[in-house]
């Protein structure tokens, strides 16, 4: 058995028979073990068919939410030409998946928890859905297909702070995902854990390395509350913040410009914290603003 060290929190271990042995044996007897331990708690299995161009249809991506179901289902199961992955959680920390993908077996084990959730987004990029699908399953939450024509995904994940996020991901139909659209807080309604949050994420020494240069901050007043108000610095914004409760307006947007115009908005709509995440310039007014925060 080899391993390899994905990053800090990620381990994949490479099961090489040292002799000729049973797939299905070695899985099973792997799943009854796992099953043995009293910290570990079944989460879901996936079972793929591979089609004759080498990619996983969705209709044949079957998903078991009981291990007696997935059990059964293993009687149809081609063990050379097939994919099937198996989900434990430990503690509700820890994801450890057992994993046979067309004949080749692995066991995954990875933290449930993101270190820095916005340098995580960018392991997505580049990537087809169905390959984060087979990569991240036990993040996803939904998918599906809005007009015209293009593919949605949501994953959960938690944050370094212990705060539960959503991403949502967007991509033209059979195309890899190019820009994340944005995610969002789990601690909806609760504005002071809100703003506790935003500072953590944003008012440190590491702000232009994680998010880039401070460009503006857009306050959008609420529906005849007058003008647009643009703070220019992030001082300002601080001190706003500080005085004020964002879900007194419509939205606030600290705008930060990364490398390559990418650009990252963590900001407040109403009582939610949402971080934007957009291959475009930063705008330069607030109506742009208001088009990326509510496309």
Not at 73 to 99: C, G, M, P, S
Not at 110 to 120: E, G, M, N
């Amino acid at each position: 058995m080899e391993h390899e060290q994905i990053d800090s929190l990620n381990v994949v271990f490479k099961l090489t028979p040292v002799e000729r042995v049973n797939n299905k044996e070695v899985f099973m007897k792997l799943l009854e073990v796992v099953s043995a331990e009293k910290e570990a708690k079944y989460h879901v299995s996936f079972i793929g068919k591979y089609d004759a161009s080498g990619k996983l249809p969705n209709a044949d991506y079957k998903k078991y939410v009981t291990k007696e179901q997935f059990v059964q289902a293993l009687n149809d199961v081609d063990w050379q030409t097939d994919l099937l992955k198996t989900n434990f959680r430990f503690n509700d920390k820890t994801n450890l998946e057992l994993q046979c993908d067309k004949g080749k077996l692995q066991i995954i084990v990875a933290s449930l928890t993101v270190h820095d959730r916005w340098k995580w987004y960018f392991r997505f990029l580049g990537k087809s859905f169905e390959e984060t699908l087979r990569e991240q399953f036990f993040r996803v939450t939904s998918t599906g297909i809005i007009p015209p024509g293009r593919q949605l995904l949501m994953m959960k994940g938690t944050d370094r702070y212990s705060n539960n996020f959503k991403a949502v991901f967007i991509a033209p139909m059979d195309e890899p995902i190019k820009e994340i659209e944005m995610s969002y807080s789990d601690i909806e309604g609760n504005m002071d854990k809100i703003k506790e949050t935003w500072f953590k994420m944003v008012d440190n020494n590491d702000r232009e390395k994680n998010f880039g240069k401070f460009d503006r901050t857009i306050i959008i007043p609420k529906q005849g509350g007058g003008s647009p108000v643009i703070l220019r610095s992030f001082e300002e914004t601080k001190q706003w913040l500080n005085n004020n409760s964002p879900s007194s307006v419509a939205s606030i947007s600290p705008v930060f410009r990364s490398e390559n115009d990418q650009v990252i908005m963590p900001s407040f709509i109403g009582e939610r914290l949402i971080v934007v995440l957009t291959t475009i310039p930063a705008p330069s007014d607030a109506k742009q603003i208001v088009g990326i925060l509510h496309r």
